[in-house]
T-cell receptor, first 114, second 110 residues
Framework: NAGVMQNPRHLVRRRGQEARLRCSPM?????VYWYRQLPEEGLKFMVY????????ESGMPKERFSAEFPKEGPSILRIQQVVRGDSAAYFC????????????FGSGTQLSVL | RKEVEQDPGPFNVPEGATVAFNCTYS??????FFWYRQDCRKEPKLLMS???SGNEDGRFTAQLNRASQYISLLIRDSKLSDSATYLC???????????FGRGTSLIVHP
């Protein structure tokens, strides 16, 4: 499967735990975006990364959230000390280059915080 | 004013109907426009890009009105399978970040 791979599909955490969401972009894509979607809401941009660099993290909360895209391996979105308000669908999308005219999305990770 | 605004709907139409939705954007420097489709709880998928001269793909027609800062999507001969949320996406020139509208829900019934 050459598509964008996200895992896990579903993640359940208790308040205060850490959540790690993974995203492997399409083959040949070096640009990754993370979006969050709350129930009945649109997709909200969180962070844009290229290999080993965070290009734009203007949509990401300053505390508890971090993202990385290492030279080897998937992109990781990490949420520390999760709270109920973090419950949402987190989508990753990849693009081949800087023009990024089209995004290809993964199936998303549904995070539920108990 | 939100960067990208859409009527959330839902639009309820019978099979075979023609339906159109608009999407307005606030930044006049916006240069790239797209319609994505999202089925319930699934990932968004690109439906079509929107070009300045307007473009058509089968039953779907997309148009751009720069003067009034909106794009539109027209669906002819609606099918049950067209039921989904349609997301308007706008990218400002020089920006890396596509901005998504909240989406318009379409329900096509028999």
């Amino acid at each position: 499967n050459a598509g964008v791979m996200q895992n896990p599909r579903h993640l359940v955490r208790r308040r205060g735990q850490e959540a790690r969401l993974r995203c492997s972009p399409m083959k040949g894509h070096s640009h990754v975006y993370w979006y969050r979607q709350l129930p009945e809401e649109g997709l909200k941009f969180m962070v844009y990364l290229q290999k080993e660099n965070i290009i734009d993290e203007s949509g990401m909360p300053k505390e508890r959230f971090s993202a990385e895209f290492p030279k080897e391996g998937p992109s990781i979105l990490r949420i520390q000390q999760v709270v109920r308000g973090d419950s949402a669908a987190y989508f990753c999308a990849s693009a081949p280059g800087t023009t990024n005219e089209k995004l290809f999305f993964g199936s998303g990770t549904q995070l539920s915080v108990l | 004013r939100k960067e990208v605004e859409q009527d959330p709907g839902p639009f309820n139409v019978p099979e075979g109907a023609t339906v159109a939705f608009n999407c307005t954007y606030s930044n006049s420097a916006s240069q790239s426009f797209f319609w994505y489709r999202q089925d319930c709880r699934k990932e968004p998928k690109l439906l079509m890009s929107v070009y300045s001269s307007g473009n058509e793909d089968g039953r779907f027609t997309a148009q751009l009105n720069r003067a009034s800062q909106y794009i539109s999507l027209l669906i002819r001969d609606s099918k049950l399978s067209d039921s989904a949320t349609y997301l308007c996406v706008v990218k400002i020139g020089g920006s890396y970040i596509p901005t998504f509208g909240r989406g318009t829900s379409l329900i096509v019934h028999p």
